[in-house]
């Protein structure tokens, strides 16, 4: 099975850094992807990582352990359209497709 | 530019209707997905197909069925609505053998009264 653990909620100020982490226990191991959701709208991609290290992404970069089932989520820069919450997720390989399964996602509240 | 529809937007039912929502997507993708969106419980999925006239059981499938008769559409189906399946439903579409990104319908409220 799959487990994904990530906070529920992380305040922060404009213009700072907010990391936003996610633990993961899951039977094989197919990479990891960050999606972000603003309120009432659809999830959209942001990242995917399958090797450990970090992956920049202009203001968003994400990382990965695969040894500490680990990832975290690092927004730089923080602007108020930043505010949105943000989903952990693992796929599970399955017959010809994949699945994702989500973590509960943290919802970022970025403050002027 | 890539788009996957959801009929409604809103609805709002009787307990013990039926009721069908629907997803389209014009991306040519073999995957499509249901996902139910609850506060504190994230999104779970309740169904997924990998092509036309085939499904798969998620997570929490009670309650749901699903029909994929076209390859561009995906439907759920809830046989006899119950107040514990008022939920925002997400419809997602991915490539098939691709470990890659869920394209996302802007969702269906629903509630059931």
């Known amino acids: 099975g799959q487990n994904i653990d990530q906070p529920t909620e992380m305040t922060a100020t404009e213009g700072a850094i907010v990391q936003i982490n996610c633990t993961y226990q899951t039977s094989g191991f197919n990479g990891l992807f960050w999606y972000q959701q603003h309120a009432g709208e659809a999830p959209t991609f942001l990242s995917y990582?399958?090797?450990?290290g970090l992956e920049e992404k202009g203001r968003f970069s994400s990382f990965l352990s695969r040894s500490k089932g680990y990832s975290y989520l690092l927004l730089k820069e923080l602007q108020m359209k930043d505010s949105a919450s943000y989903l952990c997720?693992?796929?599970?390989?399955?017959?010809?497709?994949?699945?994702?399964?989500f973590g509960g996602g943290t919802r970022v509240l970025v403050k002027p | 530019d890539v788009k996957v529809t959801q009929s409604s937007r809103y609805l709002v039912k009787r307990t013990g209707e039926k009721v069908f929502l629907e997803c389209v997507q014009d991306m040519d993708h073999e995957n499509m997905f249901w996902y139910r969106q609850d506060p504190g419980l994230g999104l779970r999925l309740i169904y997924f197909?990998?092509?036309?006239?085939?499904?798969e059981k998620g997570d929490i499938p009670e309650g749901y069925s699903v029909s994929r008769e076209k390859k561009e559409r995906f439907s759920l189906i809830l046989e006899s609505a119950s107040t514990n399946q008022t939920s925002m439903y997400l419809c997602?579409?991915?490539?098939?053998?691709?470990?890659?990104?869920?394209?996302f319908g802007e969702g269906s409220r629903l509630t059931v009264l």
């Open positions: 990582n399958v090797l450990d």
């Open positions: 197909s990998y092509d036309v006239k085939m499904k």
């Open positions: 997720a693992v796929p599970l390989l399955v017959a010809a497709g994949n699945k994702l399964t």
């Open positions: 997602a579409s991915s490539l098939k053998g691709f470990i890659g990104e869920l394209f």
